[in-house]
């Protein structure tokens, strides 16, 4: 039976084929996106704080001086560039046994003095991904079950048109006012009279 109408059934294809190529770019949109609102938390809560890097010109000490700390850092002397260009000395905190000449991450405010590094924007970072991932994800398979769906039912309208065109012919029911179905002549001429 040829069919000339609007086939979903092709389009259910083409979105079973491109689910999973379009689950990947949600994902990589998840992580550049959060990645992105996490940056901009960290500047909206430290605007003026800027991140450098320092070298030590000291060794520090290999154990620190409270081994009960939950993180053992151990001050030590460093280098390093404020925001304006000129450069720095004085202390920074490090894990002990840092050889001289390492270079650690640092976090100065404007005066190019050390301070607390920000917030990470790590919660940011997480619910935007998040959102990203349950909406991209959400909408790829309400595209799925949609097309699949529509898909059912054009088969089974297709399938009921045409048993509606092959079952007379076959089982012998009258088609219309059974003038025309095949045995209906013979079943006339076999009927008895009440």
């Known amino acids: 039976m040829t069919h000339t109408g609007f086939d979903i059934e092709r389009v259910a294809a083409v979105v079973r084929r491109i689910a999973p190529a379009a689950a990947l770019v949600v994902l990589v949109a998840a992580v550049l996106l959060g990645d992105a609102a996490g940056a901009r938390a960290v500047y909206r809560a430290a605007p003026d704080l800027h991140r450098t890097e320092a070298t030590t010109v000291a060794g520090a000490p290999v154990r620190a001086p409270d081994e009960n700390a939950l993180v053992s850092q151990v001050p030590v002397q460093a280098v390093w560039l404020a925001p304006d260009g000129t450069g720095r000395l004085g202390p920074v905190t490090v894990e002990p046994?840092?050889?001289?000449?390492?270079?650690?991450?640092?976090?100065?405010?404007a005066a190019g003095r050390p301070v607390a590094p920000p917030a990470t924007g790590t919660a940011d970072a997480v619910v935007v991904g998040g959102l990203i991932v349950l909406l991209g994800g959400a909408a790829i398979a309400a595209a799925g079950w949609l097309t699949?769906?529509?898909?059912?039912r054009q088969r089974s309208r297709r399938?009921?048109?045409?048993?509606?065109?092959?079952?007379p012919l076959w089982s012998g029911r009258r088609i219309r006012d059974g003038a025309d179905a095949p045995g209906a002549?013979?079943?006339?001429?076999?009927?008895?009279?009440?």
Not at 97 to 109: A, E, N
Not at 148 to 152: S, T
Not at 159 to 167: P, V, Y
């Open 97 to 109: 046994g840092t050889p001289v000449g390492r270079t650690v991450p640092l976090w100065v405010d």
């Open 148 to 152: 699949a769906a529509a898909a059912a």
């Open 159 to 167: 399938l009921a048109a045409e048993w509606a065109a092959a079952e």
């Open 185 to 194: 002549e013979r079943r006339r001429r076999g009927r008895r009279a009440p």
